[in-house]
């Protein structure tokens, strides 16, 4: 049986820099009828354990280390014996939000991560964080992108730990190098495509943020 999507959009708040945000985040789970992983455990364990169900959940892939991508991670682990994966390079950020809990495995560029029919390739995309990474299944057609590629453009670069030059490299790269009928599913908004936010990378350029 083919893995399927699902989305769980989950309400918190994203703090960094001494500033606070209300923040709805898309919580991505992959999987079939019997094992799932989940993409950014963000807000409510509870109903991301919900969503799970009585799947087993093998693994929490965590896009990046902003807190409101991976403050329901130690608990959701904790409830499912999950594998929580962070790439290294955002350790310092993790540890703003979980200082005595560090991740279970790190990602690396290249990688391959399985499950249910899945096969999730790590592609390390900074920019918008030092470890941000996005997770590209060709099977499903599909690039999930955390908060480096949006629907209308590159993630935010204006706080501690980002670069917008780094972030728009990361997209050229590895992400416009896709096809153009790659579903792009993200950690905040909207899907969009490759096709659809390729031919504006001058805009974003120009525009410079």
Known sequence: M???IERLVTSGQF????????VDNNVWIVGDDHEAIVIDAAHDADAIA??????????????????DHIDAAPALAERTGATIWLHRDDLPLWKQTHPDREPDAWLADGQV?????????????????PG???LYDPGLGTVFTGDTLFNGGPGATGRSYSHFPTIIDSIRDRLLALPPETKVLTGHGDPTTIGVEAPHLEEWIARGH
């Open 2 to 4: 083919a893995a399927r």
């Open 15 to 22: 703090s960094l820099d001494g500033g606070t945000w209300d």
């Open 50 to 67: 919900a969503a799970v169900g009585d799947r087993r959940l093998t693994a929490i892939i965590c896009t990046h280390a902003h807190n």
């Open 113 to 129: 991560i399985e499950a249910a029919g899945a096969d999730l390739k790590v592609l390390h995309t900074p920019g918008h964080a």
């Open 132 to 134: 941000a990474v996005c």
